[in-house]
């Protein structure tokens, strides 16, 4: 429905829809995008505008008028414009102690938690690294439209030393890295690797144990795994012996041979070399 604005008022604002019949734009139905504070923010007298006519009160004479509604909820097919995943840009728009708001869309804002923001430090307030009108880069998180609430993370657009390395290397790769944790007896849990700082990967034992642990004693010789146990003894420096290996424990250097990359999952897995 269309209407002329009559007159301001500190609520609001009266649109003739008719002669003789006025109704009320509230405060909180003018705009989506933005909480107006009075109505001279975005109408004047003697503007037409379109309106929904919210609620009619035949009683008391009163006509709820709406301003937003007729230019359509932003937040109707949001979750179809911003799905989980996606990646978006807009301007910062105001902080929170544990956030800032972002812009995705006339009408539509999704947070970026201060934890989201960085991936190489801790933040304290998001005002310390990001300023109010900056245009900045965020992944959908999760999106609730009935909530209206959109969650957004910065840092995890940001390319973290483990992406680098994974796209570096190749399955097949030997690599060397420190043992953080030893085998534990009994279990048969990957050992835990540093191939760099920031890089974790994980080691399995339990095919590799026999040739860690002990050379084979009776029937026919492993050619491959007693060369591989040679190479090992030339590179840290010993003299080839046929005494029983050393036992793999935290905090040793070794060489690994990568056996999956999984760049999604951020998981390096890997077997001695």
Known sequence: MRGTVARLADF??????????????????????????????????????????????????????????????PWADAAQRFPAGSQIEGPVTSFTKFGAFVQLAEGVEGMVHVSEISADKHIHHPQDVLHKGEIVKALVLALDAEKRQIKLSMKQLI?????????????????????????????????????????????RLASAASNVEEAPSEGKVDLASLSSMLKARWKSGAAPSTSKPETIQAGQIRSFRITRLDATAKRIELELA
């Open 12 to 73: 609001g604002a009266f649109v003739e829809l008719e002669p003789g019949i006025e109704g009320l734009i509230h405060l909180s139905e003018m705009s989506w995008a933005k909480k107006v504070r009075k109505p001279s923010d975005i109408l004047k007298e003697g503007d037409v505008v379109e309106v929904v006519i919210l609620g009619v009160n035949a009683g008391e004479r009163r006509i709820s008028l709406g301003l937003k509604q007729a230019l359509g909820d």
């Open 159 to 203: 390319p973290t030393s483990l992406d680098e390395y994974l796209a570096e290397h190749n399955v097949g790769d030997v690599v060397s890295g420190r043992t953080v944790s030893g085998p534990v007896s009994g279990s048969s849990e990957p050992i835990r690797v540093e191939l760099g700082e920031g890089i974790m990967a994980f080691c």
